[in-house]
């Protein structure tokens, strides 16, 4: 197991200047705006929450996701919120694991990129997050595409650490982040 000495990595930390925490309070804003915009009106009435409906919320596990005679496979899906029926029945409850994964995104994309300044990057998190795929998938409860933008990050930033440090642990989070993409939705490998 060799590793780089965490000295040897060049540091690249920025000052914290009041524009940047103007920045960052900036993001916590529109982060707090843009988790209750996901809550408002949300009651379980869309028609694709009838897994939920028919489903969790009557006390079934979402089945896993296998068909081979339609070469389906992404046998993760969903299966979140198997494990939170057994917690809460509540909307909010349910948006949960859609806020921690788009909080955790957040912070990753954060401390991602340490070459660019902190609004740059604030700036970039907020054009991301208002873009239409990332905004549908992390409002509805209903889109796998949100487990595999959050794994892909995921493996980028793993990938990174693994070029700075070479620690093995880095490598194996990497690998495992790609696993549970491949396993979230299948369509993933074209990505890998």
Same mark, same amino acid.
């Given at each position: *197991? *060799?590793?780089? @000495? +965490?000295?040897?990595?060049?540091?690249?930390?920025?000052?914290?200047?009041?524009?940047?925490?103007?920045?960052? $309070?900036?993001?916590?804003?529109?982060?707090?705006?843009?988790?209750?915009?996901?809550?408002?009106? =949300?009651?379980?009435?869309?028609?694709?929450? /009838?897994?939920?409906?028919?489903?969790?919320?009557?006390?079934?596990?979402?089945?896993?996701?296998?068909? @081979?005679?339609?070469?389906?496979?992404?046998?993760? $899906?969903?299966?979140?919120?198997?494990?939170?029926?057994?917690?809460? /029945?509540?909307?909010?409850?349910?948006?949960?694991?859609? %806020?921690?994964?788009?909080?955790?995104?957040?912070?990753?994309?954060?401390?991602?990129? =340490?070459?660019?300044?902190? *609004?740059?990057?604030? !700036?970039?998190?907020?054009?991301?997050? %208002?873009?239409?795929?990332? +905004?549908?998938?992390?409002?509805?409860?209903?889109?796998? =595409?949100?487990?595999?933008?959050?794994?892909?990050?995921?493996?980028?930033?793993? !990938?990174?650490?693994?070029?700075?440090?070479? /620690?093995? !642990?880095?490598?194996? $989070?990497?690998?495992?982040? /790609?696993?549970?993409?491949?396993?979230? *939705? =299948?369509?993933?490998?074209?990505?890998?």
């Amino acid at each position: *197991k *060799k590793s780089v @000495p +965490l000295d040897s990595i060049r540091s690249r930390r920025h000052n914290w200047s009041p524009t940047a925490i103007i920045a960052v $309070a900036f993001l916590s804003l529109f982060l707090a705006c843009y988790i209750a915009g996901s809550l408002v009106w =949300e009651d379980f009435t869309d028609y694709d929450n /009838s897994h939920f409906t028919n489903g969790t919320l009557a006390g079934q596990d979402i089945h896993i996701q296998i068909a @081979p005679e339609a070469g389906r496979f992404f046998p993760l $899906a969903l299966q979140e919120f198997s494990l939170v029926r057994h917690v809460t /029945s509540s909307v909010t409850g349910y948006h949960a694991v859609p %806020i921690v994964l788009l909080l955790l995104l957040t912070g990753i994309l954060l401390v991602f990129d =340490e070459e660019l300044s902190i *609004k740059a990057r604030v !700036a970039l998190i907020t054009l991301a997050l %208002i873009t239409p795929s990332i +905004l549908i998938s992390f409002n509805g409860l209903m889109y796998l =595409e949100r487990n595999v933008i959050f794994c892909l990050v995921c493996l980028a930033w793993f !990938a990174n650490r693994f070029e700075q440090t070479r /620690s093995t !642990a880095w490598a194996v $989070a990497a690998v495992i982040s /790609s696993q549970f993409m491949l396993y979230y *939705k =299948e369509t993933a490998f074209l990505l890998l």
